[in-house]
């Protein structure tokens, strides 16, 4: 391959890391169907325990946007199982079937948060692929308006978050964001 070959190569998967999807316009993927916009309290140190049944770097991811999030004056953000759910579904799928995109071949981001009974309430999510670590994922959503936005938005009480590799060990993440309540 080429110089210029690897470049376009790697610029496509760079630009591919850093979609961020929204149902409300622009470039990040919010439904603002309703729902209550205050955040959850929360004293903004992490001991895991938000982070439910997510584990490693997907509980690393949460316990990031929370550090984000207090550091701006923002409620922290708890595990919601349907989040979870929802966000390490789109992962897995997205590597069995070998895509990336917020939709999936034969389902719409909304229709997939239908699903998993997340609608009703504001909802987003980011998607990113090729970062090795939380930390690293984090910072390319971070340094995006879009994933930024999902972030840091105070619409969103609670999140999941997804991860899963392609046969080459690539990461496949998925950010889910809810305006529900963690019960």
Avoid at 47 to 59: H, I, L, Q, R, Y
Avoid at 70 to 82: F, I, M, V
Avoid at 110 to 135: K, P, V
Wanted: proline letters at 2%.
């Amino acid at each position: 391959m080429t110089t210029l070959g690897i470049r376009v190569s790697f610029l496509f998967l760079f630009a591919l890391a850093l979609a961020a999807c929204g149902g409300g316009g622009g470039s990040g993927r919010v439904s603002p169907a309703g729902g209550d916009s205050s955040d959850q309290e929360s004293s903004g140190e992490s001991n895991g325990s938000e982070c439910g049944t997510m584990v490693d770097m997907a509980c690393e991811v949460l316990v990031a946007v929370n550090q984000e999030r207090t550091s701006r004056g923002l409620n922290a953000q708890t595990a919601l199982p349907a989040c979870v759910a929802e966000a390490q579904a789109h992962a897995d799928d997205m590597v069995a079937r070998n895509f990336f995109a917020h939709d999936s071949p034969t389902e719409s981001t909304s229709q997939r948060f239908a699903r998993f009974g997340l609608s009703g309430s504001y909802w987003g999510e980011n998607i990113a692929a090729g970062y090795s670590t939380a930390a690293q994922v984090m910072a390319g959503w971070m340094s995006s308006t879009g994933h930024r936005s999902n972030i840091l938005s105070s619409n969103f009480r609670t999140m999941g978050v997804g991860i899963a590799a392609n046969s080459q060990g690539m990461l496949h993440w998925v950010q889910c964001f809810s305006g529900k309540s963690a019960l």
